[in-house]
Structure formats: structure tokens, C-alpha cells
Nanobody, 127 residues
């Protein structure tokens, strides 16, 4: 059974950085795509970035380009989201999720394709 646990959230000032971690159990990273999503109060959940555990290919939403980067450490079954130049609008609960596929093509924008989700970690950015 796929299980995911996020960590690394917290409170930072605008312009600061955080690195989120997502530890996956129940499957080797090679067989899944891991995505990072976020949900701010009163807003829909949105995709940030996804990575194939198999070949490392990635997809990032426009809002993440240039500030956020996704990476993986297969030996640790862990996926990271490095977030730099954080802005107040980045305040949200951040979730990682796993999809049982090896390709990021056509999947990151469809949360319904992700079979397992972590509990979320809060990121709060203050001005």
C-alpha cells in the first residue's frame, strides 16, 4: 500500500526558502510519478510540479518555474521540492501524491490520477 509522508513545512518571511520532503513507502520510486500540489484557504488544489521516479523527467506549473524545483533520491525513496524566493501567495498546505505510472506526460494537472496522498504540510509566508 502506497503511503507518503511530507515534512519540511514551516513559517518563513517573504524571499525565504524551504525544502519539502516526501518519503514514499509501499513502492519503489522507479514505478511511480510523484507530484507536489498545494491548496490555499478557499482555493482549489493546484499542481506545482511532478517527477517520474523512473527517468527523472519533470513537469512544472508556470507558477513554479524559476522558483521551485523538484528532485528525487531513489535510494531514499524521497522526493524533494526546493522552494526559493517565497511569496505571501505561496502560503498553503502542500501535499505530495503518487500516481502508478512512470510517465509525467498528461498527469500532473489531473489530481484524480494520483492514487495516494500524504497528510500535507503547512507553509506560511509572511511579509
Amino acid at each position: 500500500q502506497l503511503q507518503l509522508v511530507e515534512s519540511g513545512g514551516g513559517s518563513v518571511q517573504q524571499g525565504g526558502s524551504l525544502r519539502l520532503s516526501c518519503v514514499v513507502s509501499g513502492s519503489a520510486l522507479d514505478y511511480v510519478v510523484i507530484g507536489w500540489f498545494r491548496q490555499a484557504p478557499g482555493k482549489e488544489r493546484e499542481a506545482i510540479s511532478c517527477i517520474s521516479g523512473s527517468d527523472g523527467s519533470t513537469y512544472s506549473a508556470d507558477s513554479a518555474l524559476g522558483r521551485f524545483s523538484i528532485s528525487r533520491a531513489n535510494a531514499k525513496n524521497t522526493v524533494y521540492l526546493q522552494m526559493n524566493s517565497l511569496e505571501v501567495v505561496d502560503t498553503a498546505v502542500y501535499y505530495c501524491a503518487a500516481a502508478k505510472t512512470r510517465s509525467v506526460q498528461g498527469i500532473c494537472d489531473v489530481p484524480q490520477k494520483f492514487a495516494a496522498w500524504g497528510q500535507g504540510t503547512q507553509v506560511t509566508v509572511s511579509s
